[in-house]
């Protein structure tokens, strides 16, 4: 009988560990997904203001991004093209402080440029270790990297 309870303790402490290493995989895995599926999102933004030859705007909060299409310089509200929800949180990077979004807007001309030149972080502080965790967003590209100290270092 004592045998049988010290089989099982092991087997407890075994599934225990599992599940903590299991908990830390998913979140790394999860965190790059958002960042490789933002990088998608606002390429194909660029790409839809590049074949349109209209302005795009994407509007970014700490839980979701807005993307809305202006039929020219005198439309003010623009038209949804659609709405994302975020599962891990987003904030802004800029040498080594992390702030907040509400409501900032990067707006895209139909070329395809932008001047909100920045750095997203997903997922700062949840750990999990991800190979990337943040998009660097120039006037004509959007970029992959991970944030070491003070910068984000492209991948």
């Given at each position: 009988m004592l045998e049988l309870l010290v089989v099982i303790a092991i087997i407890g402490m075994l599934v225990t560990a599992a599940t903590i290493a299991f908990s830390s995989?998913?979140?790394k895995y999860g965190i790059e997904?958002?960042?490789k599926e933002m990088l998608v999102d606002l390429?194909?933004?660029?790409?839809?203001?590049?074949?349109?030859?209209?302005a795009h705007r994407v509007t970014l909060n700490p839980?979701?991004?807005?993307f809305r299409r202006f039929s020219s310089e005198a439309d003010v509200a623009g038209t949804e093209v659609f709405n994302k929800t975020l599962k891990y949180p987003i904030q802004q990077f800029s040498s080594g402080t992390l702030t907040a979004f509400a409501n900032?807007?990067?707006?895209?001309?139909?070329?395809?440029?932008?001047?909100?030149?920045?750095?997203i972080v997903v997922g700062s502080g949840l750990g999990g270790d991800p190979a990337y965790?943040?998009?660097v967003i120039h006037w004509a590209r959007v970029n992959?990297?991970?944030?070491n100290g003070n910068d984000c270092v492209l991948q």
């Open positions: 995989w998913q979140r997904a958002q960042v390429t194909d933004v660029r790409m839809m203001a590049i074949h349109t030859k209209r839980s979701s991004m807005v900032t807007s990067i707006a895209i001309d139909e070329r395809g440029y932008t001047s909100n030149l920045m750095s965790n943040c998009l992959t990297g991970r944030i």
